[in-house]
């Protein structure tokens, strides 16, 4: 069973992953509830499941949004380490799927089901 999380959609210009294909775009989530729970120490590759996005504001909400609902993505964890949240980021082919339907940082929260941790079932 996959683990869900809900986020608001944020961007990091400076700090974020190593990997090269990670963008700036990125959700977050208590360390105690991801990082700490499956023991990650270090920045790793993920496979998730996009299950919704939504605009905080009504009018953002447009049918568009459905075709994001089960969209595939790898996502690369940035574990907080002395802060409280990790950073799940977005693929840069993913963040340049959103910005075409023109997902702004801080005005959507996505939903995403994480369903695999380095090649591991979850």
């Known amino acids: 069973m996959p683990m869900v999380i809900e986020s608001e959609i944020k961007y990091e210009k400076f700090l974020k992953p190593f990997n090269k294909k990670a963008s700036g775009l990125h959700a977050r989530i208590r360390s105690r509830l991801f990082s700490g729970k499956y023991n990650i120490t270090s920045e790793i590759e993920i496979n998730a499941k ?3 996005i939504k605009g905080l504001m009504e009018y953002l909400n ?3 949004l459905k075709d994001f609902s089960g969209m595939e993505t790898k996502m690369y ?5 002395c802060g409280p949240d990790d950073g799940i980021f977005f693929s840069k082919d ?3 799927k ?3 339907h023109s997902i702004a940082p801080g005005k959507y929260n996505v939903k995403i089901g994480i369903y695999e ?3 591991n079932k979850i």
């Open 62 to 64: 447009t049918e568009d």
């Open 77 to 81: 964890v940035l574990p907080a380490g």
């Open 94 to 96: 993913m963040a340049g």
């Open 50 to 52: 996009i299950l919704e």
């Open 98 to 100: 959103m910005d075409k």
């Open 117 to 119: 941790i380095n090649g």
